[in-house]
C-alpha cells in the first residue's frame, strides 16, 4: 500500500541536497497522516517530519530549518526534500501512514553524507 518509489537516495556530500519520494495507493494516502522516518545504525528508527491530509506539518527539531515535507494529493506522493545535509543524517530513511492508520515499514532507501 505504501512504496518507496523513485526514492532519491543514495551518496551526497556534507551541505548538498537530495529528496526522497514516496508512493501510496490512494486509499491510504487520500485519509492519512503520512511520515518519513530514519533509523541510522545503532540507533532507534525516529520520526523525522509528518504531513496531515490538509497540509499541517511537524518537523523534528534535529532537521528543522533543513528539511521539508510536502505532499501531491494527485500523485499519491509524499516528498521529503532534505537540503544542507551532514553526516549525521545518514541514515535508512523509511516512509509510513501514521495516523490513523498505522503502515507497515518498507524497505527504506539509504542515504549517506560524507564529509
Known amino acids: 500500500q505504501v512504496q518507496l518509489v523513485k526514492s532519491g537516495g543514495g551518496l551526497v556530500q556534507a551541505g548538498g541536497s537530495l529528496r526522497l519520494s514516496c508512493a501510496a495507493s490512494r486509499s491510504i494516502f487520500s485519509t492519512n497522516t503520512m511520515g518519513w522516518y530514519r533509523q541510522a545504525p545503532g540507533k532507534q528508527r525516529e520520526l523525522v517530519a509528518s504531513i496531515t491530509t490538509g497540509g499541517s506539518t511537524n518537523i523534528a527539531d534535529s532537521v528543522k530549518g533543513r528539511f521539508t515535507i510536502s505532499r501531491d494529493n494527485a500523485k499519491n506522493i509524499v516528498y521529503l526534500q532534505m537540503n544542507s545535509l551532514k553526516p549525521e543524517d545518514t541514515a535508512v530513511y523509511y516512509c509510513?501512514?501514521?495516523?490513523?492508520?498505522?503502515?507497515?515499514w518498507g524497505q527504506g532507501t539509504q542515504v549517506t553524507v560524507s564529509s
Open positions: 509510513r501512514s501514521t495516523w490513523p492508520v498505522i503502515g507497515s
